[in-house]
């Protein structure tokens, strides 16, 4: 335990500048990331758009530009040169709630939208704010946090995806709609990365589930398709022999906890393209 005290300190001194700013940065929602980069469209007819936060948007997969941090790299744009929709809107935007999907992200759906997908729900519970407490404080204040953000997406998520879907519903009624939701940080087996224990680690593996389910269940009570990525990033967590999520440092710190490259074309890419059905293949 002194160790894991020590490093937890060291780290902190190391990182509380960088880390807590870029982490806010890179997930939490600010009006000005979530509206200020036109999204790219291409053609009139079998559009797809997608939409969401920062798992969408392809922050940590490399090559992300922008406001919006979106990446050509992210599975959406991998989806999109692979199957050459009439149009493409890609939306996601870094930071982004789900109140910033209905706001900001639905004017490139239309009639001839035809498939749209769509990760969000993180920020609404303020997963940001519970990853900076989880890296940089005690584990006290960590299991405080993740207490907080449950109760949230009990109490407060289920209303808020409901008024999203709907918006998405009322721009494109006759689209394919596919949910994602977001993979474990963590495996199994003791990761003994310093700064995040290993009961932390498996408590936020749990909130994770908790997440995934309540989006699951309001997708389907709107007739979506979830896709869940937690069995396909399964062996490729943070601290595994090929992790496809990045740990915290000084050189990840605006990108921490996201999908790598891999993890975008490798874990959420298949799930999109299965999710989206024969009609999309």
Same mark, same amino acid.
């Given at each position: 335990?002194?160790?894991?005290?020590?490093?937890? !300190?060291?780290?902190?001194? #190391?990182? $509380?500048?960088?880390?807590?700013?870029? /982490?806010?940065?890179?997930?939490?929602?600010?009006?000005?990331?979530?509206?200020?980069?036109?999204?790219?469209?291409?053609?009139?007819?079998?559009?797809?758009?997608?939409?969401?936060?920062?798992?969408?948007? =392809?922050?940590?997969?490399?090559? $992300? =530009?922008?406001?919006?941090?979106?990446?050509?790299?992210?599975?959406?744009?991998?989806?999109?040169? =692979?199957?050459?929709?009439?149009?493409? +809107?890609?939306?996601?935007?870094?930071?982004?709630?789900?109140?910033?999907?209905?706001?900001?992200?639905?004017?490139?759906?239309?009639?001839?939208?035809?498939?749209?997908?769509?990760?969000?729900?993180? %920020?609404?519970?303020?997963?940001?704010?519970?990853?900076?407490?989880? #890296? /940089?404080?005690?584990?006290?204040?960590? /299991?405080?946090?993740?207490?907080?953000?449950?109760?949230? @997406?009990?109490?407060? /998520?289920?209303?808020?995806?409901?008024?999203?879907?709907?918006?998405?519903?009322?721009?494109?009624? !006759?689209?394919?709609?596919?949910?994602?939701?977001?993979?474990?940080?963590?495996?199994?087996?003791?990761?003994?990365?310093?700064?995040?224990?290993?009961?932390?680690?498996? @408590?936020? %593996?749990?909130?994770?589930?908790?997440?995934?389910?309540?989006?699951?269940?309001?997708?389907?009570?709107? =007739?979506?398709?979830?896709? +869940?990525?937690? $069995? $396909?990033?399964?062996? !490729?967590?943070?601290?595994?022999?090929?992790p496809w999520i990045h740990a915290p440092s000084l050189l990840t710190a605006d990108v921490a906890y996201h999908p790598t490259e891999e993890g975008q074309r490798e874990g959420y890419l298949p799930a999109l393209t299965t999710a989206a059905g024969p009609g999309h293949a």
């Amino acid at each position: 335990m002194t160790r894991t005290i020590g490093l937890r !300190h060291r780290l902190a001194v #190391t990182l $509380a500048g960088p880390l807590s700013l870029l /982490l806010a940065c890179a997930a939490t929602t600010t009006a000005h990331a979530a509206t200020a980069e036109p999204s790219a469209k291409v053609g009139a007819v079998g559009g797809y758009a997608a939409l969401g936060d920062s798992f969408a948007s =392809g922050v940590g997969a490399g090559r $992300a =530009g922008g406001d919006c941090r979106r990446s050509s790299l992210a599975h959406p744009a991998l989806w999109a040169a =692979g199957h050459h929709p009439g149009q493409f +809107d890609f939306a996601a935007c870094t930071g982004a709630t789900s109140a910033d999907v209905t706001a900001k992200q639905l004017s490139g759906l239309d009639r001839g939208t035809t498939l749209v997908s769509i990760t969000v729900g993180g %920020n609404d519970v303020g997963f940001a704010d519970v990853m900076r407490t989880c #890296t /940089l404080s005690s584990e006290s204040a960590c /299991l405080e946090s993740v207490a907080r953000s449950e109760k949230a @997406v009990d109490h407060d /998520l289920p209303g808020k995806l409901d008024a999203a879907y709907r918006a998405v519903k009322g721009k494109a009624a !006759h689209a394919r709609v596919v949910v994602l939701g977001y993979p474990h940080l963590f495996g199994r087996d003791a990761c003994l990365m310093g700064p995040v224990t290993v009961r932390e680690q498996s @408590v936020l %593996n749990a909130a994770a589930d908790h997440l995934n389910r309540v989006t699951r269940d309001r997708a389907r009570a709107h =007739g979506y398709v979830f896709a +869940d990525v937690t $069995a $396909a990033f399964a062996g !490729h967590e943070i601290c595994s022999a090929d992790p496809w999520i990045h740990a915290p440092s000084l050189l990840t710190a605006d990108v921490a906890y996201h999908p790598t490259e891999e993890g975008q074309r490798e874990g959420y890419l298949p799930a999109l393209t299965t999710a989206a059905g024969p009609g999309h293949a």
